[in-house]
């Protein structure tokens, strides 16, 4: 991928946008990111459980069955150390770790469908006209033409729609870095 941006940077001899003020812009942009990440984190959370959800509680109550007939297990003999060490435990135990195993991985497939729809959404929003990049740069005065300005819209696209699948807690971080160093430059200059 650097190696792809290089050449085209070398053929297209990309220009320099100027920045607009971010410092003051943004604060309202990281409220606005967060306020739309929760919505985004909402719906996904709808999709999923709708989707998902029996499949995991299914799971989850398989979990229970077997960790309960392996306390079951223990309970009913009288010396422990020999009880671990017998078939029946060590039958009971690797079905137990089986079925948290097939969990994990059914987590797992719920993060990544998660990630994808976060990032569709994310695109989505930001295909409509909330953008990152876009609200910072101010692109009018670079003139892009041509491919340059669909590039930098196809770019600013995936990145706001990148930052808004990471979810509101990512954007709450770097809002309150944001607040931590405001109020140090307020504090400096008074």
Same mark, same amino acid.
């Given at each position: 991928m650097v190696l792809v941006i290089s050449f085209v940077a070398w053929k297209v001899q990309p220009i320099s946008l100027e920045i607009n003020d971010p410092v003051e812009k943004a604060a309202s942009l990281l409220g606005t990111l967060i306020f739309l990440s929760l919505f985004v984190e909402r719906a996904i959370e709808v999709f999923l459980s709708a989707w998902r959800s029996a499949g995991a509680d299914e799971l989850d109550r398989e979990i229970a069955i077997r960790m309960l007939a392996v306390e079951k297990y223990l309970q009913s003999q009288p010396?422990?150390? &020999?009880?671990?060490?017998?078939?029946?435990?060590?039958?009971?135990?690797?079905?137990?770790?089986?079925i948290e195993k097939e969990r994990a991985e059914y987590r797992a497939g719920s993060r990544f469908i998660s990630q994808w729809l976060g990032l569709g959404m994310g695109m989505m929003i930001a295909f409509i006209g909330i953008r990152i990049i876009g609200t910072i740069v101010n692109v009018e005065q670079a003139n892009l033409e041509g491919y340059q300005a669909a590039l930098f819209l196809i770019i600013d696209i995936i990145f706001t729609g990148a930052v808004l699948a990471g979810g509101s807690d990512s954007i709450?971080?770097?809002?309150?870095?944001?607040?931590?160093?405001?109020?140090?430059?307020?504090?400096? &200059?008074?």
């Open positions: 010396d422990k150390l &020999a009880a671990e060490e017998s078939s029946q435990y060590k039958s009971l135990s690797t079905s137990l770790e089986g709450n971080k770097i809002m309150k870095v944001y607040n931590s160093v405001m109020a140090k430059t307020v504090k400096q &200059a008074s």
